[in-house]
Nanobody, 125 residues
Framework: QVQLVESGGGLVQAGGSLRLSCAAS????????MGWFRQAPGKEREFVAT????????VHADSVKGRFTISRDNAKSTVYLQMNSLKPEDTAVYYC??????????????????WGKGTLVTVSS
């Protein structure tokens, strides 16, 4: 079992930046593929980005490609989401999640084993 705690959310103006962090505890962090997802008000949860165990492979959703970057520090058991050029449509609760296998199709559909409680990001126009 792994526990995930997100932080770094808040209110930012359009065009601004935020960096989300997700601290993991419980099991060996490097054994887990990590992902970020988001859920906007009234909408379904959607995939944002994922990163492999060592961090050498990343996949980002088309909606955030070129603006968001996922990264990880296995020594700190933490995964990050750097968000630049934020838009009002990026407003959502952002969730960190983990699974043991790097299956992109499953990850894109939200097929993760562990989830954090989320952190709210609000982008004002």
């Amino acid at each position: 079992q792994v526990q995930l705690v997100e932080s770094g959310g808040g209110l930012v103006q359009a065009g601004g930046s935020l960096r989300l962090s997700c601290a993991a505890s419980g099991r060996t962090f490097s054994r887990y593929v990590m992902g970020w997802f988001r859920q906007a008000p009234g909408k379904e949860r959607e995939f944002v980005a994922t990163i492999s165990w060592s961090g050498d492979t990343t996949v980002h959703a088309d909606s955030v490609k070129g603006r968001f970057t996922i990264s990880r520090d296995n020594a700190k058991s933490t995964v990050y989401l750097q968000m630049n050029s934020l838009k009002p449509e990026d407003t959502a609760v952002y969730y960190c999640a983990a699974r043991t296998t790097f299956t992109i199709a499953t990850i894109r559909l939200g097929g993760m084993d562990y989830w954090g409680k989320g952190t709210l990001v609000t982008v004002s126009s």
